[in-house]
């Protein structure tokens, strides 16, 4: 299934669209759901969009299914039915997803590709989690695994594929290992981005659509920053 990338008067990428389904490139920056910070959410400039797209006049339905932190860009999921939410948060919940990111890491690990098992604590106090190497008290098994798939200059850009899906489960481990991603104050990182984000992205997800009952991939391009343009050149 080829995938069309169209851009919008909402400023939002889509990446896919039918009558149940909705896929969207997130930026760094943007919040999936409303928040404490009462930004406007990506739900709600979506339905927006749909809206007038379909000169909707009543309230548009869209279901959140998965989630991306706010630092983060990439692909993530909507439903635009009920019927669709329920079976998508069904395959998200048992697993039944794929799901690549790429992250631009300094320094480099140690091996060139390894699986990563840890046991995440989370801090809410400090919405944060972290790695430990045993299991501890209230921790989660997490499990990753991570390629290097080019050296740059001063960063090395890694392909991880997730196993499950804990709380800031990529950047928890890796600051474990000492990879710390670019911009990510918060797990080792020394300076921010200029945007606020981090060069975490989530790459590629592969889903069963949830009418179709087909599988679908969807690969979300990185955006137009120095850094990502240096490994589209090379």
Known sequence: MSIKIRTNPENIQVLYEDNHVIVINKRCGDIVQGDQTGDEPLSDVIKKYIAKKYNKPGAVFLGVVHRLDRPTSGVIVFARTSKALTRLNKAFAEKET????????????????????????????????????KEVPESKKASLTYTVLQKLDRFTLLEIDLHTGRHHQIRAQLHKIGCFIKGDLKYGSKRSNPDGGIHLHARKLTFIHPTKKEPLTITAPVSNDVLWNAIQKS
Do not use: C, E, G
């Not at 794929?98 to 989370?122: D, G």
């Not at 809410?124 to 430990?132: E, I, L």
């Open 98 to 133: 794929q799901k690549t990111y790429w992250a631009m890491v300094s320094p480099p690990p140690t091996a060139q590709t390894a699986t990563l098992i840890h046991f995440l604590k989370r801090n809410t106090k400090q919405n944060k989690s972290y790695a430990h190497d």
